[in-house]
Structures are given as structure tokens and as C-alpha cells.
């Protein structure tokens, strides 16, 4: 299976600062037709993940852009350009290459 | 508007059964794959089981395999896992949750998730 890490593991935040996690698989995530298969999700406190970021790059409907995905291969981010403090919660990546689907073990952000 | 609903979950014991149900709404259910995924009580999130959307192709995590079945009604618009040979290590929050690509086939990306339904294996 591919293995997934990010870091941190905590990340504590500023409003109106930007931020970022790194995601890492253990395998390259670039599928034969050229996309990442790598996706971000968000999970509230107290609430189920939502889907953030798809295919490495592509903010999922209703996302706003503040948050961006990028990197290739093995290496990726997710970068928030002014952190709200609505944005707080676990922030998981996920390999969605081949099966099974791997998630990191998540990165907490919180606000300072 | 997407939505899934959970239900089922509950206090079992070791060694027990349980079936989760999922209820959808808001999509054509039968042209997308579905998944469960399961989260232990202050843990990450761990992917347990995915269908296609004809029902004819299923996968299974290791740690579940040969205890867990999952199955669909396409006619009712509802997913579910039978659970067999319950372990104190499956007690969690199981997410229902929806395929991002049409077609049936699993891709593997998630897009909408349910609410959970939380199972607790104990004696």
C-alpha cells in the first residue's frame, strides 16, 4: 500500500496570515493520464470531511480560493493565502492512485 | 442537493453483527461507485469497503476482509455494510461516502460524506 505523511502534525495559525501543509507519498501519485490523483479534505470539529482540493490542483465547487493545491509526483501542499478562523480543523490528503485509498494521519490547525 | 444517511450503528459485543445502512439522496445513485470509511474515536480516517455503482465489483481493506460485506439496492437508493466477527478494533464513526466520478467504475476520489453513525464493540 502507499503511505502516506504530512507536516506538521500541528499547526497553529494566525487570521489573516497564510499557511501550509505538506503532503508525501511513498510512491509517485501521477496517473497515465497526467493528473495527480491526490485530494484534501477538511474535517470541522464535530463534523464529517468535506473535499477541498481534487486531483492535486482543482478546488472542489463551493471552496473558496483562498485555499490552493499544488506539487507532483510525491511532494504536495495546500496552502490557505489569508487563514480565517473558520479554517480550523484536521486537514487530511489522500492517494486516490490505486486502491487502497490512503490517508495521511492528518494535520490540526488551530488558531494561536 | 447530495445527501447521505447513515444508520445502524450501535453497541455490539465482541464477536457480533451489525448491518449499516446509508440512505441517499440528490444524485443518480447507480452511475456512481460509493464507499464506507471509518474513523476510530479520536484517530485519522481509515477507508474500509467500496461498491461500483452496478454492485458487481467490490473491495475490500485487509483488516476487514472475509468479515465485512458491503452491498447496494440501486431500486432504493441505499447502501450497506454487514459487519460479522466484530473486534473491540472496529468500534468507530462509519462514513457513508460518494464517489467523485460518474460512471460507476471506483475511482477511488471522494466527494460528499455523510454524517457517520458510530459503532462501539464492547463486552
Known amino acids: 500500500d502507499i503511505v502516506m505523511t504530512q507536516s506538521p502534525l500541528s499547526l497553529p495559525v494566525t487570521p489573516g496570515e497564510p499557511a501550509s501543509i505538506s503532503c508525501r507519498s511513498s510512491?509517485?501519485?501521477?496517473?497515465?493520464?497526467?493528473?495527480?490523483?491526490l485530494y484534501w479534505y477538511l474535517q470541522k470539529p464535530g463534523q464529517s470531511p468535506q473535499l477541498l482540493i481534487y486531483?492535486?490542483?482543482n478546488r472542489a465547487s463551493g471552496v473558496p480560493d483562498r485555499f490552493s493545491g499544488s506539487g507532483s509526483g510525491t511532494d504536495f501542499t495546500l496552502s490557505i493565502s489569508r487563514v480565517e478562523a473558520d479554517d480550523v480543523g484536521v486537514y487530511y490528503c489522500?492517494?486516490?492512485?490505486?486502491?487502497?485509498?490512503?490517508f495521511g494521519p492528518g494535520t490540526k490547525v488551530d488558531i494561536k | 442537493e447530495v445527501q447521505l444517511l447513515e444508520s445502524g450503528g450501535g453497541l455490539v459485543q465482541p464477536g457480533g453483527s451489525l448491518r449499516l445502512s446509508c440512505a441517499v439522496s440528490?444524485?443518480?445513485?447507480?452511475?456512481?461507485?460509493m464507499s464506507w470509511v471509518r474513523q476510530a474515536p479520536g484517530k485519522g480516517l481509515e477507508w474500509v469497503s467500496a461498491?461500483?455503482?452496478?454492485?458487481?465489483?467490490?473491495f475490500y481493506a485487509d483488516s476487514v476482509k472475509g468479515r465485512f460485506t458491503i452491498s447496494r439496492d440501486n431500486s432504493k437508493n441505499t447502501l450497506y455494510l454487514q459487519m460479522n466477527s466484530l473486534r473491540a478494533e472496529d468500534t468507530a464513526i462509519y462514513f457513508c461516502?460518494?464517489?467523485?466520478?460518474?460512471?460507476?467504475?471506483?475511482?477511488?476520489?471522494?466527494?460528499?460524506w455523510g454524517q457517520g453513525t458510530l459503532v462501539t464493540v464492547s463486552s
Open positions: 440528490g444524485f443518480t445513485f447507480s452511475i456512481y461507485a
Open positions: 461498491i461500483s455503482g452496478s454492485g458487481g465489483t467490490t
Open positions: 489522500m492517494q486516490a492512485l490505486q486502491t487502497p485509498p490512503v
Open positions: 486531483l492535486g490542483s
Open positions: 461516502a460518494k464517489d467523485r466520478v460518474l460512471g460507476g467504475g471506483f475511482n477511488r476520489g471522494i466527494d460528499y
Open positions: 510512491q509517485s501519485l501521477v496517473h497515465s493520464n497526467g493528473y495527480n490523483y
